[in-house]
């Protein structure tokens, strides 16, 4: 409900409502960017491109039932019309505990997860662009099947089975990296 009043009043030129949507939504739209394996440039050039264009027709757009999934869907567009992808992925992609821990009990806790995101992103790395992406919209993205169904325009059931093949092929790399 709240994203349908937002977006009403972007599409009525109000541009505070505009500035809110970009403010709530640029976080995740760059790190889904990102995790398609496109370089940060990339990704900041088409959301510019697609913030501009969604202003100049705002009172031609419809209302979407979410706003983030009108976003994710318009910039996977844009993006894979792109041909400056990067090759090695998710190597820059989100850096986790980088607070220093006081005691000697948070360094030890804060190199085993440092070691257990080290092997989650050198097992994404070796994935493929469509299998980190279901992974990154699911579990970054925190969205549910049926926004995940929308935004790659496949059925509810293929975005499931999509999902679990991504994850036991991520759990069988992580197996084979760490032994």
């Known amino acids: 409900m709240e994203d349908i009043k937002l977006w009403d009043l972007f599409k009525s030129g109000d541009k505070t409502a505009f500035e809110r949507i970009y403010s709530n939504e640029i976080q995740f739209l760059v790190r889904y960017g990102r995790s398609m394996g496109y370089t940060l440039d990339t990704v900041e050039d088409a959301l510019h491109e697609l913030f501009v264009e969604i202003w100049e027709a705002r009172d031609r757009l419809s209302t979407p039932t979410s706003i983030r999934s009108y976003l994710l869907v ?12 990067m090759t090695t992925g998710l190597s820059e992609y989100d850096t986790l505990n980088e607070s220093v821990p006081a005691f000697e009990d ?9 070691s257990e995101s080290t092997m989650i992103l ?11 992406e279901i992974l990154h919209l699911k579990y970054y993205q925190g969205l549910d099947y049926d926004a ?3 935004i790659l325009g496949i059925n509810y059931q293929s975005a499931r089975n999509a999902v679990h093949r991504a994850i036991k092929e991520l759990s069988l790399v992580i197996k084979k990296d760490g032994s």
Do not use: A, C
């Open 74 to 85: 318009s910039l996977r567009r844009k993006l894979h019309k792109s041909n400056d992808k």
């Open 106 to 114: 948070e360094l030890i806790q804060s190199e085993k997860e440092r």
């Open 122 to 132: 050198n097992g994404m790395n070796l994935l493929s662009t469509k299998q980190r």
């Open 148 to 150: 995940i169904s929308e």
